[in-house]
DNA sequence: CCAATAGTGTCTGTGAGACAGTATAAG
DNA sequence: CTTATACTGTCTCACAGACACTATTGG
């Protein structure tokens, strides 16, 4: 190996391409709440979360569904504004909530050469939507998220396709909480976005009880019956009203404005509050 | 763009060299706790938290001390097994705990080309380790870490060199516990690692609390005394002994044998017990 | 006996789970 | 008046914080 004096000279003489390099990949699981039908006019409108697909029009994995993402441009970006970049491109908006999950790096998890990913989470309030969003791209809601024998099935749809996968989850050390996932069925995802579909949800669920995540996902003013419903569905139980309430009291704040037209007592609306 | 009809007709014209691409590493924050001086022969040793740091013998950053870390081969192998390659040649050892910590990608982080860094926590007791540490490691003990007005300024020492740095420690975002660390003071580690070291140790506090990981850091046998020290030096805080023994009497198993010797009651030897 | 750690008993306050009860709009 | 949701009062039980107390060794 050759000697250098200085660090400068190092650098000066340094050839990157000498060494095998690979392509990075940001995926993001953006996930939001939405309204579905409500049965008569006194029924509150049940919430359901959805993610955002996008139908690949290339190949690989032609005509299936995956996560939003694009390739890092290595010479300008980092990975997270590689993924705002993304969400603009496919939801016109900026401003999103996001939060680095996890790094995916299997060897052969792309069939064109090694990709490493690093997936994001992205949280955001469906209302602030518009119909701006790419025409590849859409919103599909989870309607089935069910655990049995430590396999996961989750089911999703967008009205026109049901997307249908499980995946078996196995604790990784019995010390810890970390889980490994492999797919056991999948014929609708591209790549490995199955699982990285999961782990969101799950390091979603995780957060929303000890942070504040999930005034992300929520317009600036809110109902707590609406709030309530918004963890019930991330968390997949149901909730008591009264202990409810007392965890988030001290996060929402009271405001003078009512939500009236439901044929029942009026709910007063709230703002979120830093504790 | 052309047009393809079959994805292997696809991948056959892929040219992933057509594309920027770039390199990655896998470091590890090897993290264990070392016995120090007894004042008397009564007095139970001292703990403290130590890591495994490498001195570079090369540009960049020739002479300072960074993690342990490797070069991604591309082709072969996981961050995850690139990792415990390194972990293997410096210290000797397999089997040690590993856990994804976090992905590291400014865009300036090494001078020489773009290179991404996948963090991971090692965790491992101590008296595992033999002599058969590479030349160029050496542990550090962790001697001080005070945190004031959001600097939390680390001091390190390996009885040679005294390694003293700082970080400012910034809320991210207003609803949830991810931090912005930026560097305040730092003139002995290289590249961004001095981040990485603190995020390891504030993982690691979090961690302690909600899962077994601890045990990571134990011999197979150990005092209760031995334990709650390993906990007060991970979280920087004195805990009480009835508290204390509540919160992990259904992690641990008394076993027959007992620890004699140090000019007091003796104490029972538990082992680690799954919940 | 002393010093130091090992280990236990128990009081108290906080806070979650549970359930029952009151309030109020729209049809 | 009915229905459905909004919102509150309060009992109970589990559990963490705190402190006091007993046990046991080597010197």
Same mark, same amino acid.
């Given at each position: 190996m050759q000697k250098y004096k200085t660090e400068e000279e190092f650098l000066q003489a %340094?050839? /990157? @391409?000498e060494f095998d390099q690979l392509s990075m990949t940001a995926d993001i699981l953006l996930i939001s709440v939405s309204d579905q039908e409500q049965a008569n006019y006194r029924k509150t409108s049940k919430k359901m979360m959805s993610i955002l697909l996008v139908k690949r029009e290339? %190949? /690989? %994995?032609? &005509?299936k569904w995956c996560l939003p993402g694009g390739f890092l441009? /290595?010479?300008? =970006?980092t990975l997270e504004e590689c993924a705002k970049r993304v969400l603009k491109k496919e939801t016109?908006?900026?401003?999103i909530f996001l939060e680095q999950l996890y790094t995916f790096d299997a060897v @052969?998890?792309? *069939?064109r050469t090694r990709v490493v990913s690093t997936a994001y989470m992205a949280l955001v309030?469906? $209302?602030?939507?518009? &119909? @701006?969003?790419? /025409?590849?791209a859409s919103w599909f809601d989870i309607i089935l998220i069910e655990e049995k024998n430590n396999i996961i099935e989750l089911t999703l749809t967008n009205n026109e396709t049901t997307i249908n996968f499980s995946i078996k989850k196995t604790? @990784? =050390?019995?010390?810890?909480?970390r889980y490994t996932f492999k797919t056991? $069925?999948? $014929? &609708?995802?591209?790549?490995d976005h199955d699982i990285v579909i999961l782990s969101g949800l799950e390091r979603l669920k995780n957060k929303i009880s000890y942070t504040d995540?999930?005034?992300? +996902? +929520? *317009?600036?003013y809110f109902t707590l019956g609406e709030l309530q419903q918004v963890y019930e569905v991330i968390l997949n139980k149901k909730l008591l009203d009264p202990a409810f309430r007392r965890i988030i009291a001290n996060k929402v704040e009271k405001t003078d404005l009512v939500q009236t037209g439901a044929g029942h007592r009026p709910s007063a609306l709230f703002k979120y509050k830093m504790k």
């Amino acid at each position: 190996m050759q000697k250098y004096k200085t660090e400068e000279e190092f650098l000066q003489a %340094y050839n /990157p @391409k000498e060494f095998d390099q690979l392509s990075m990949t940001a995926d993001i699981l953006l996930i939001s709440v939405s309204d579905q039908e409500q049965a008569n006019y006194r029924k509150t409108s049940k919430k359901m979360m959805s993610i955002l697909l996008v139908k690949r029009e290339d %190949y /690989p %994995y032609k &005509d299936k569904w995956c996560l939003p993402g694009g390739f890092l441009d /290595p010479n300008t =970006e980092t990975l997270e504004e590689c993924a705002k970049r993304v969400l603009k491109k496919e939801t016109n908006l900026s401003n999103i909530f996001l939060e680095q999950l996890y790094t995916f790096d299997a060897v @052969k998890r792309d *069939p064109r050469t090694r990709v490493v990913s690093t997936a994001y989470m992205a949280l955001v309030d469906k $209302k602030r939507l518009t &119909d @701006k969003i790419n /025409p590849n791209a859409s919103w599909f809601d989870i309607i089935l998220i069910e655990e049995k024998n430590n396999i996961i099935e989750l089911t999703l749809t967008n009205n026109e396709t049901t997307i249908n996968f499980s995946i078996k989850k196995t604790l @990784k =050390e019995k010390t810890t909480d970390r889980y490994t996932f492999k797919t056991q $069925k999948n $014929k &609708d995802i591209a790549f490995d976005h199955d699982i990285v579909i999961l782990s969101g949800l799950e390091r979603l669920k995780n957060k929303i009880s000890y942070t504040d995540i999930v005034f992300n +996902m +929520m *317009p600036k003013y809110f109902t707590l019956g609406e709030l309530q419903q918004v963890y019930e569905v991330i968390l997949n139980k149901k909730l008591l009203d009264p202990a409810f309430r007392r965890i988030i009291a001290n996060k929402v704040e009271k405001t003078d404005l009512v939500q009236t037209g439901a044929g029942h007592r009026p709910s007063a609306l709230f703002k979120y509050k830093m504790k």
